[in-house]
């Protein structure tokens, strides 16, 4: 899908569904459109482009997201960077995806920003997780599929003094269970850690299943609440071109066939040295190590952003990511970040594990990456292109089939 860019902070971006890929981005340039890209996998074939709203302020943390409906239709919503309180949604046809029914809006108490849609099976819901409430991680849900919506919910609670806001990815298994990674704030104003928890049942868990508190009863859960799986450096702001000391990063999430949770993350040690880590629950214990070398900054203003890393949702022992460095010893590729993959153990540092290479474009950036599946179709997507800042870029989205491998 040409001109569309995305952040990381929201899913999903793309899907799979009924032999078709459906890619959400906003155009980094021209009118700044979010839009959806159709690409028909058995006919190899591009289906088309549309979209969903104009003028979405060239701004990829504004991409739509997904879900697949059980009528066949396809729900994406979307909303703008914090600027306004207001989330837009709409519904395919049950056949074409690139047309869809009216816009609708659902209005809130505060600005909003980076949508997530899960579904659960076990009480056939769908939760739409997005930053909210005094700029914290909040928490909607609908009982028609997205047709409607009920009544906002504060889901994490910032405890840094100060105006701050949590940084969080979410995964499920499908059932009944939502997994969450977050941090403490942004890197830039915080040396962040990283922590975990998940949610079921309206209630709050650690990994090995112990009660923290039900969210109706209790209010939002609070970092030192949950499972602290990487301990920042717990510094303050020190200007805009460097991030605090010892800062980490969620970048993905994932569940296992076994319901045990894995976290990739990026830690900043500075603005030309980063690592990517990996924490997973194996039964009994978070075993969190590195994995490879991140590289340099992407720009200067956010000196914690990288190309990322992330987890298969089906198997997060397949990893993904993208750096500008040699994964294994650091050393400079020439200056554009390229996409690597690697089965990783529990056990697997950045001392044993072998990274492939699978991007060769030496001239643009290749960066954030995602994995996408149904059945026994796999991609790797990422965006390809000219990035500047998130609100001047000129990305691609490119992927590769991944499914006989």
């Given at each position: ?125 769908l939760y739409n997780f997005y ?14 599929h997205g047709a409607t919506w ?80 990487f301990a920042g450096g717990g ?171």
């Amino acid at each position: 899908m040409y001109n569309s860019g995305w952040c990381w902070f929201q899913d999903p971006r793309a899907i799979i569904h009924n032999g078709k890929l459906l890619i959400g981005g906003v155009a980094g340039n021209g009118r700044g459109d979010a839009a959806v890209g159709v690409y028909d996998l058995k006919a190899d074939a591009l289906l088309g482009r549309t979209t969903v709203h104009d003028q979405f302020d060239h701004d990829d943390h504004n991409s739509p997201v997904f879900y697949a409906r059980p009528d066949g239709s396809v729900l994406t919503v979307y909303a703008r960077h914090s600027t306004e309180n207001i989330h837009y949604y709409r519904i395919s046809e049950k056949s074409d995806y690139l047309n869809w029914g009216e816009e609708q809006t659902v209005e809130y108490s505060d600005a909003v920003t980076y949508m997530n849609l899960y579904h659960l099976s076990a009480d056939d819901k769908l939760y739409n997780f997005y930053r909210g409430i005094d700029w914290n991680p909040t928490m909607v849900v609908s009982t028609d599929h997205g047709a409607t919506w009920g009544k906002e919910q504060h889901f994490i609670q910032n405890e840094v003094e100060g105006r701050h806001r949590p940084y969080t990815r979410y995964t499920s298994n499908g059932k009944d269970t939502i997994g969450i990674s977050f941090t403490d704030a942004h890197p830039r104003d915080y040396g962040t850690s990283i922590y975990y928890a998940e949610f079921r049942n309206g209630n709050f868990y650690l990994a090995d299943g112990t009660f923290i508190k039900n969210l109706n009863e209790d209010g939002p859960l609070k970092p030192s609440e949950a499972e602290k799986i990487f301990a920042g450096g717990g510094g303050g702001f020190r200007g805009h071109k460097l991030s605090a000391e010892k800062s980490a990063w969620t970048s993905s999430v994932a569940i296992d066939s076994m319901g045990h949770p894995h976290i990739a993350y990026s830690l900043y040690l500075s603005n030309t040295d980063q690592r990517y880590r990996i924490a997973s629950w194996d039964g009994s214990q978070w075993i969190d190590r590195e994995v490879a070398f991140a590289g340099t900054r992407l720009y200067e203003r956010e000196a914690s952003y990288t190309g990322l890393i992330t987890l298969d949702p089906t198997d997060p022992s397949n990893v993904v990511i993208s750096t500008d460095v040699d994964p294994n010893s650091g050393e400079p590729l020439g200056g554009k970040h390229q996409i690597f993959k690697a089965r990783i153990a529990d056990t697997d540092t950045t001392n044993n594990v072998d990274w492939q290479r699978i991007s060769f474009d030496d001239k643009r950036h290749n960066i954030r990456p995602m994995v996408v599946s149904e059945g026994d179709t796999k991609l790797i997507l990422w965006s390809r292109g000219q990035f500047n800042t998130y609100t001047n870029y000129y990305l691609d989205t490119v992927g590769v089939d991944v499914s006989a491998q």
